[in-house]
């Protein structure tokens, strides 16, 4: 899923697009609001994040472009902002915001408000994911290939679970180390290939599926 945060805080919006990417989500990240109406115009998302105190145009008058003449006019948006008066929230709601959230707000809180507003718009994230007879359950954290459980450590879940949610794209050494190791990593391109190879043996004969592409990366693919 594609979001747009709107966020002119350096350092909320580096906050909000680590958490949303650690949590599978892509995030194009603008820091003010002429920039975000050109977004809006050109590009397609599945969901806004829009503070509203924004230089250059205020959250309040993207949103009503959004719902007005946009691409996006029936794109969740969820607002940010710092007034918790009762009148900026009737008139975000006015003109089209799905949800209003006041900072400060914990990550918790805010994934939570996501959710809920995705699967109202009708957007369902798969709790089971599956690929070719290797089914992941994402409540249990379970993995099974052709009905047989297997094992796999914290990283090894994660990076299966990032390739079930992203089949047939390829993935940089570099991508996979900040999606799964985060910014702040030490680790070194080595330690995907590492990784990757300790998956493939723990998924037997289904790991061939997990493809490297020679100086590009890897990814999940029946090819």
Same mark, same amino acid.
């Given at each position: 899923? /594609? =979001? %747009?945060?709107?966020?002119? *805080? #350096? @350092?909320?919006?580096?906050?909000?697009?680590?958490?949303?990417?650690?949590?599978?989500?892509?995030?194009?990240?603008?820091?003010?609001?002429?920039?975000?109406?050109?977004?809006?115009?050109?590009?397609?998302?599945?969901?806004?994040?829009?503070?509203?105190?924004?230089?250059?145009?205020?959250?309040?008058?993207?949103?009503?472009?959004?719902?007005?003449?946009?691409?996006?006019?029936?794109?969740?948006? /969820? =607002? %940010?902002?710092?007034?918790? *008066? #009762? @009148?900026?929230?009737?008139?975000?709601?006015?003109?089209?915001?799905?949800?209003?959230?006041?900072?400060?707000?914990?990550?918790?809180?805010?994934?939570?408000?996501?959710?809920?507003?995705?699967?109202?718009?009708?957007?369902?994230?798969?709790?089971?994911?599956?690929?070719?007879?290797?089914?992941?359950?994402?409540?249990?954290?379970?993995?099974?290939?052709?009905?047989?459980?297997?094992?796999?450590?914290?990283?090894?879940?994660?990076?299966?679970?990032?390739?079930?949610?992203?089949?047939?794209?390829?993935?940089?050494?570099?991508?996979?180390?900040?999606?799964?190791?985060?910014?702040?990593?030490?680790?070194?391109?080595?330690?995907?290939?590492?990784?990757?190879?300790?998956?493939?043996?723990?998924?037997?004969?289904?790991?061939?599926?997990?493809?490297?592409?020679?100086?590009?990366?890897?990814?999940?693919?029946?090819?």
């Amino acid at each position: 899923m /594609i =979001v %747009l945060l709107v966020e002119d *805080d #350096e @350092d909320l919006g580096e906050l909000l697009k680590y958490n949303l990417e650690k949590n599978h989500f892509k995030v194009d990240w603008v820091l003010d609001g002429k920039e975000a109406l050109e977004k809006i115009k050109t590009n397609s998302y599945d969901l806004i994040i829009l503070d509203l105190m924004l230089p250059g145009a205020s959250g309040l008058d993207i949103c009503k472009e959004i719902r007005e003449n946009s691409i996006n006019k029936d794109v969740p948006v /969820i =607002v %940010l902002t710092a007034l918790s *008066d #009762e @009148d900026t929230k009737v008139k975000g709601f006015s003109i089209g915001a799905d949800d209003y959230v006041t900072k400060p707000f914990s990550m918790k809180e805010l994934l939570a408000r996501i959710e809920a507003v995705l699967r109202r718009a009708g957007y369902v994230r798969k709790a089971i994911l599956e690929f070719d007879g290797i089914v992941y359950d994402k409540r249990s954290k379970s993995v099974t290939v052709d009905g047989n459980s297997i094992y796999l450590t914290k990283t090894e879940l994660q990076l299966l679970e990032f390739f079930l949610e992203h089949p047939e794209q390829l993935f940089s050494r570099e991508e996979l180390l900040e999606k799964i190791w985060g910014h702040d990593h030490n680790e070194t391109t080595r330690t995907v290939d590492v990784y990757i190879s300790r998956l493939r043996k723990k998924l037997g004969d289904k790991g061939k599926y997990l493809k490297t592409l020679p100086r590009l990366g890897y990814k999940l693919t029946k090819e």
